[in-house]
């Protein structure tokens, strides 16, 4: 996570990958806090207003737009990152019996845990993002594109919803393991290390990493057992 493939400049290479990884996460603050508004009774119009909010507001395109590149940045990069340092460890048989002595599961699979979520990002934008932004969508009481009903249909379908909603409980899986590795790692990347202060950040980031895709896990299983 020191390094970047894509960016030469030996200062990007240090930070790249550690400032997209932590705008990430904020991204995962905001979105999950808007999104728990599908736990709300009769929440649907506070939902429908967030998500015109989140697609009209000029400020927040920046911050989208920020934040597909990011996206985009961080998975290639990664992936990229994983396959240089292989093949720069090359046949080196202690190297790769070290790396797995003195790592996690979860630091020794970020590419693969990021590949996984790539292709949930994808088909994510897919069933929601694209339909919110081009398609032809039912209007809720207030006037407002009704992506809560497009929400609920989707995980309530009889054909498909069930598996959408696994699909997407194991991507949050994929996505705890991933944080769970990547948030003190990228503070370690930016050099921010204290005797003191570093523990604290290592338990703030595992709750972090559990907490967020926990709650992202539970709003298809509950719309998929209460609608």
């Not at 400032?19 to 806090?33: I, Q, R």
């Not at 119009?45 to 395109?61: G, I, S, W």
């Not at 790692?185 to 972090?208: N, W």
């Amino acid at each position: 996570m020191a390094k970047s493939v894509l960016v030469q400049s030996s200062l990007a290479k240090k930070y790249w990958m550690a400032l997209t990884g932590l705008f990430l996460c904020v991204f995962l603050l905001g979105h999950v806090a808007g999104n728990l508004q599908l736990f709300l009774p009769d929440g649907s119009l506070q939902f429908n207003a967030y998500a015109k909010f989140m697609t009209t507001n000029p400020l927040v395109k920046i911050l989208s737009y920020l934040t597909y590149f990011s996206i985009l940045f961080h998975a290639v990069d990664g992936i990229l990152l994983t396959l240089q340092n292989r093949k720069a460890r090359g046949n080196n048989s202690y190297a790769k019996n070290n790396t797995a002595a003195n790592s996690t599961w979860a630091s020794q699979n970020m590419a693969v845990l990021g590949t996984v979520l790539l292709v949930f990002i994808v088909t994510h934008m897919t069933n929601f993002w694209a339909k919110m932004h081009f398609a032809e969508m039912p209007l809720d009481a207030a006037g407002n594109k009704d992506l809560y009903r497009i929400t609920v249909e989707f995980f309530t379908n009889k054909e498909f919803g069930l598996y959408a909603v696994v699909f997407y409980v194991l991507a949050m899986l994929a996505l705890a393991f991933h944080l769970s590795h990547g948030f003190l790692s990228a503070f370690q990347s930016l050099g921010l290390r204290h005797k003191k202060y570093t523990p604290i950040l290592a338990k703030l980031g595992l709750a972090f990493a559990w907490l967020v895709p926990l709650l992202f896990a539970l709003m298809p299983i509950y719309l998929f057992i209460s609608k």
